[in-house]
């Protein structure tokens, strides 16, 4: 990959450019892929995805995050700015995506349609990253379309990407349909849009979940009209709950190999378990969206069987 | 067609006349006509109208509009701004009006009124504008008036045409009556209202969808009330969903001479064709709208028969 | 008249005084009256003021507006500053009040309260005041007290008041009860009210309806309690729907010389009437106003007869 | 009374605590008591406090207050900004207090929660005071609190005693809960919980209602809680619709002498009467409020039989 | 302790870091634990903490709070920055935790979920710490998640406590699950989750409630999943209704030894008592907090029997 194979957006200025390329060259290994590992739970699921009958007890300590981050072998840790905060003078040589808005899982939509607000600014993640340092490559935000708020989040949305090339960082949307006026929220036409929206918007990559399989397609094969649908927007999708490792792979290289997706981005099926088993797992989701592994080469460089 | 001809609104400052009257010309091609290529459906209708049986499968792939304004024969491509900046590098002789809100149709009216909001700043497009360079002319806004959040659209719009207008852009509003007051979107009484809010706020361009034909007169006839209303603001059809090429055509023909419209702003009858089709169907339309070509001699130029 | 018997409010700066004084005379010609020609209605009513059965066909075209303005013998001409861009470098020797907000009146009251926001800010009445120039003596504003969401209006109505004093601009409100609290919207003690408030606030003038006349007492006897109220703000009455022309003119000399009101703010009345009828109109509207000449004068004048 | 007996509260500027205490002793004259004029009802009660059977007509004129404030032994008036605007000029000797926020008390309850804005800022109050000038000495604010929208007139008067007190300005704020959750108004509770609000805002003055008096104890008794509650905020009661004077000025003297209040602040029972009654009845309050004579004393001294 | 033990959150620039530890070791005493007295409540509850059957009578004044923190043995006294504002003259020498928002307890979650804003900024606490000078150490914040308004308090929340770190100042969040869709606000799993959602946002302490037992587990033994999901931001129980001294203490040392709390907001059990009584329990709290006294030395060593 050279720097002419990388889309340096038109609102990144000329003087950022190179900034841009090198945030973009961080996160991607030069692969032209991204494994991120999304951790905005705490806030985003509450203390469910951290404590519980089938999560390892070492998931209770919010520093495992951190830990998996440094000792694994991901592409970007993407985790609210205020976590960052936290424990970033400890760990500066992680790749942080900072995500900036947040809301609880607590109002149900037929109560009240979602609402997630910016609760950075650009502004606060570049002194962020200039005064520790540390390496902040880009930033995440959420938007729910679909919900009767949509408006307020397609706004901060929009200035948050303006002002984050303008600084020369990446952006990730994570693109969910919700609200009482969505019925499916991963219908295959549903999720296409959610990644025309965000190309629209101007983000580098959308984070989605995988579309339902059809009676005549898979969820992989459904990708391809989402990754249509994206246009130069590289798309990623959200791994959900644990599984089986196995079938977790086998998914996740379906996603890139079928359905030409830009690699993932994986949470609980790294951090709900233990750190010596997160970090293997991170190795496994490297060799496939990083090194280009095939699948059966994966599954036996890391032992792993059904 | 001199600079006399054109109508500089007040709120351009003298300074900056001549940039105003540089894209006013450009758009309209000195002739005081408008062939908007109007591109904002990836928010505004979802992939609904990028995917489906009746739509080619250039049409997936979002490029596919930065081709057809390349290649084909338009006066400007209006789209949202996150988009432009997606291809603007690579698409750098594209004139562009820059759409500057947006919202999905995922909420029916009657579960709550529509509100879009301004994603956008004219600083920011000037910033663009200036920083790539890039041809962005102009720019987009839409008022849903009758719903009950007009007032915020209103208050966007007018400040967006006033800072708009105070760096020589030009202004085109997207003029839709919308809401639960609203029962017949396409009364010409409404569309009529449409062209004289849009006027009332200073906009040089208003997009409204045809008036219905009543029982005595056409659309087209209808047509000459609206633009009445609209003062020296100039009129442009919206086209709606696709339909045959003549009937397209010919009804274009007649709301610019017998409607009094300026033009047009067509979008899914150009791009939901293949890339050679959507070519062709833009120099079939600057046929009409530039070359002030008849009907007949249009139809048989381009050999085109229902 | 004198200087001394204007009254200067004290938030206009005394670098402002002279500048707040010509304005006012230049509107009231020196007779401490004001004859308002009120045209807002393009947003506020729609097209339904202009196009009509009863309406003649030159109120169709906005620029009759202007052209009455400019070939009548009002004291100012009231409309939105979108549209006072539109035609004023074509018609730069007209006084105008700029209006600066305004909605539709298409959501009803018992579907949500009404709202109006500014649209449009003192600065950027100075600026066109300024750069065109235009003569701008004065800005108008409508607030709807008694709705849900009069605080609003009442906070941006108090905002704008001040800094149009600020650069000595003179100050109209538009004032009326309206909201599903408000039974009787022309009931004197109301209209007072309107008036009381516009006092309170700071205005110059305010522009209310006339109170409904009761068993006992004219509607000009009613006016003035509202005069009274409205202290040394001036008091001028909205004309309404239009009527014959004895029938307006005698309501016209007894609001003013019975219920002590300072002229009148008259829109359809004129502007639904040929160019000649209108600008025949506006003599005989200023005949009444600035010459004081008494109704018999008036009616003799101007040759009318019901 | 020295400068050591005023307490100047920690965000007055070192700069300015000789400005707050001018101010304080202007209002109180050097009698730790405040006699406020309260005149804010043209907008709070409409046109129904100065029109009507019981009120004399001199009430229908808005300069009556500004009559009586000049010629009575006041020691403040409290009036919207607007207001002090329109005769500030004509009235420079007398001492303001700038009324900030204001509302109609049109839309009941029932059907909407209170809400009242700040109109105007502390800079605009600043800037009013130096340019005519004008002895504006303080400010006022009222809070609705119990509404389902305190939370924005308890921010907007935190701000505004904040910057208030950052130019040597005095604080009063109306405490007043009020809303669906509200059952009795006046109860003792809720009168000392308004008295501790306001201290915790840090509020130099809150004006409420007297508590209603309970079965054991009056209202002056009960008023103890509500000035203990209060802390080193001074309260002072509002004297609600016109009663006879012997009864009025009693109680005001047992509100003080047994309840412990620094004053009161009456409107309607000064402004409803003629202007030498008007004149007479301040006379009578500062007779208690400043002077400090018995109540025998006072009622003898000015002939005033029940 | 030594500087090596705080963390210093990335957010403080390294320009403050001294000033941040300085804070820190002022409230914890250099014990890595906080007795924080906690008295906000003449907003939050009304006057109904501070007068009442079991309530001594010195509770109601307000003094009353500053004389046991002047006189007492506590870490900081947290309150309304207005509230300081009206005693920080003459109380220089409390360390104080300024409480940054507000609102009352009238308004049932049945009626419309609970919000507060943000009645001061960062810039009126520093410029306040700075020109009385007063030891303002840090700031306090309520969220209440769960309610529809969370995401307005979750915003205020992040950008409060970036700005405090930018000044050097601790930040403590009071995190109440709270809302319509809220059944049981001490669950272990919401105290849990409202440790975390703190800790994501960036914060220094929360302050929680104790999670109620179950059937198997103690309130302490599950305070545990609750100081793990808190990761290194503190976690501090608020006391709650006054109750006896010897339970009182006990709950507080089992909290600290058992749950791993780092310290306790107590306020109702101290204030509510006579200024001895407050000023022995302030001793005794201090003899658990940061005396690290066993529990039956603190009993005899203050002669607590129940």
Not at 109 to 114: L, V
Not at 156 to 173: C, D, F, N, P, S
């Amino acid at each position: 990959m050279t720097n002419h194979d990388i889309i340096v957006p038109a609102d990144v200025p000329n003087s950022m450019e190179q900034e841009f390329i090198n945030n973009y060259l961080l996160i991607t290994k030069k692969r032209q892929r991204l494994f991120l590992f999304s951790c905005d739970q705490k806030i985003e699921h509450l203390n469910n995805d951290f404590y519980g009958a089938d999560i390892h007890s070492d998931a209770m300590h919010p520093e495992h995050l951190f830990r998996i981050a440094q000792q694994g072998t991901i592409g970007a840790l993407a985790t609210h700015l205020g976590l960052i905060s936290r424990y970033g003078k400890q760990y500066t040589n992680i790749n942080y995506i900072a995500k900036l808005n947040a809301k609880t899982n607590m109002v149900p939509t037929n109560q009240s349609d979602p609402i997630s607000r910016a609760l950075w600014s650009i502004k606060q993640v570049i002194n962020l990253k200039k005064e520790c340092p540390l390496n902040i490559c880009g930033i995440g935000f959420t938007i729910y379309f679909g919900s009767e708020y949509e408006s307020i989040m397609l706004e901060q949305a929009a200035h948050i990407i303006y002002e984050a090339h303008q600084h020369g960082l990446i952006t990730i949307l994570w693109m969910y349909p919700r609200g009482k006026a969505v019925s499916n929220e991963q219908s295959v036409d549903l999720i296409a849009s959610a990644a025309g929206i965000a190309h629209s918007l101007g983000s580098d990559f959308v984070k989605i979940k995988p579309p339902d399989a059809t009676k005549v397609l898979t969820s992989a094969q459904l990708l391809k009209i989402v990754t249509a649908a994206a246009g130069n927007t590289n798309v990623i999708c959200s791994g959900g709950s644990i599984m089986e490792p196995k079938l977790f792979l086998e998914k996740l290289y379906d996603q890139i190999h079928i359905g030409g997706t830009a690699g993932c981005a994986t949470g609980r099926n790294i951090f709900q378990r233990s750190l010596p088993q997160a970090i293997f797992m991170t190795q496994a989701i490297t060799s496939i969206v990083y090194e280009n592994d095939d699948i059966k080469t994966v599954l036996r460089k890391y032992q792993i069987r059904s």
